[in-house]
């Protein structure tokens, strides 16, 4: 069994910081990619970031030069979020594509970040 565990959301003011970290926990012989996600209510979806196991990244454009991705180690996966506008509120999502007994898609439960105007 795997399991994606994320923690970190809360309730800050425009212009400030919050950092999100999930990590994957259970039988895992491999993962191949890590990326945070984001979904508001009427709304699909959407990619936020996300990290190759060779260490690429890739950023949604409105959160390039704001957000930052990056592995802890081989199982833990980070997203500081600073300069934070009322736009980036959303329920915030960890995805890991992981072998287990083989390769699947795994996601969080969610954890929710508020940002005030």
């Known amino acids: 069994q795997v399991q994606l565990v994320e923690s970190g959301g809360g309730l800050v003011q425009a212009g400030g910081s919050l950092r999100l970290s999930c990590a994957a926990a259970?039988?895992?012989?491999?993962?191949?990619?890590m990326g945070w996600y984001r979904q508001v209510p009427g709304k699909q979806r959407e990619l936020v970031a996300s990290?190759?196991?060779?260490?690429?990244t890739n950023y949604a454009g409105s959160v390039e030069g704001r957000f930052a991705i990056s592995k802890d180690n081989a199982n833990t996966l980070s997203l500081q979020m600073n300069s934070l506008k009322p736009e980036d509120t959303a329920v915030y999502y960890c995805?890991?594509?992981?072998?287990?007994?083989?390769?699947?898609?795994?996601w969080g439960q969610g954890t929710q970040v508020t940002v005030s105007s």
């Open positions: 995805n890991a594509r992981i072998l287990h007994r083989n390769w699947a898609n795994y």
């Open positions: 990290v190759t196991s060779a260490g690429t």
């Open positions: 259970g039988s895992i012989f491999s993962i191949n990619s």
